[in-house]
């Protein structure tokens, strides 16, 4: 059965715990292009988006759930929202949760949010909703 | 495109393989949609100075970025507006153009000024 609005509320265990460095945070720093000095020097943070990093792996137990049917790519990312309580730094264990928290079908593409919760040590770091259309293949149009 | 592929371990193929690009009917490769959020942000955190301010930030993926293999590559402009200020906390509104097509809807953050 494909995914459907049964699937809302539907939680996946955590991935084993992110652990960020400074040598990551400089590194993604540069690939957007960003020099701002909190980036960087002895007590960096993380650019806001590097959540996206720790988010999208934990993408993956969404399309390891065999029961969904979604392939990565046939997928998406249509739109992303970001809350964030507090910057992430080096030697942050953070924990990435995802739900799935909307499904919304049109004919054969699927419009799916999800959520990730990171936390660090249980204190909530950052949300990280993303939508993604999903097209399904039309044999598997079976319903 | 490689160095954000790297840094995000995003390795699909079609943000450094025009073979990759073309497959999917695209013309060349193109950006990825987090660098191109990741990116605008530094209009918003240029303004506010330090980047912990962001409390939040949500973009819509219109249209994905083009990117021809050539030495000047191609140019993004971003631009941002505060939109409102509200107990402490502005809020902005962000665009992103590639030429005359907007790459980003209805792009938005806010960020804590005290």
Redesign the interface.
């Known amino acids: 059965m494909p995914i459907s609005a049964e699937h809302v509320g539907r939680r996946y265990p955590a991935a084993p715990p992110y652990v960020v460095s400074r040598a ?1 945070i400089a ?2 720093a ?5 020099d ?1 000095p ?2 960087f020097g002895d007590d960096p ?1 993380a ?3 590097f959540a ?2 720790i988010a ?2 934990a993408w993956g137990a969404l399309f390891d759930d065999e029961e969904l049917g979604l392939a990565l790519n046939r997928t ?9 309580h ?2 992430l730094r080096p030697g942050d264990a953070v924990v990435a949760e995802l739900s799935i928290e909307k499904v919304r079908g049109r004919g054969n593409l699927e419009m799916i949010t999800v959520l990730v919760d990171l936390t660090v040590d249980g204190e909530p770091a950052c949300e990280a909703r993303s939508t993604l259309m999903h097209t399904r293949p039309e044999e598997a149009d079976d319903e | 495109m490689v ?2 592929s ?5 390795f699909n193929e079609i943000h450094f393989s025009d073979r990759h690009a073309r497959a999917i009917g695209l013309p060349s490769v193109v950006a990825h ?3 191109t ?3 605008g ?2 209009v918003v ?2 303004w506010v100075g ?3 301010r ?8 219109t249209r994905p970025v083009v990117v021809p293999d050539t030495d000047e590559g191609v140019e993004v402009v971003y631009t941002a507006k505060v939109t409102g200020v509200e107990d402490g906390v502005a809020k902005l509104s962000l665009s992103a153009h590639c030429g005359e097509d907007a790459v980003l809807g ?1 792009a938005r953050a806010e960020v804590r000024l005290d």
């Open positions: 990551k590194e993604f540069r690939a957007v292009r960003d701002n909190a980036y943070i650019p806001p988006t996206a990093v999208a792996q998406m990312h249509t739109d992303q929202n970001f809350t964030f507090r910057p | 160095r954000y790297g840094a995000s371990t995003d949609g987090m660098w959020m990741g990116a942000l530094k955190t240029d330090d980047p912990a962001v409390l939040s930030y949500f973009v819509r993926f209805a």
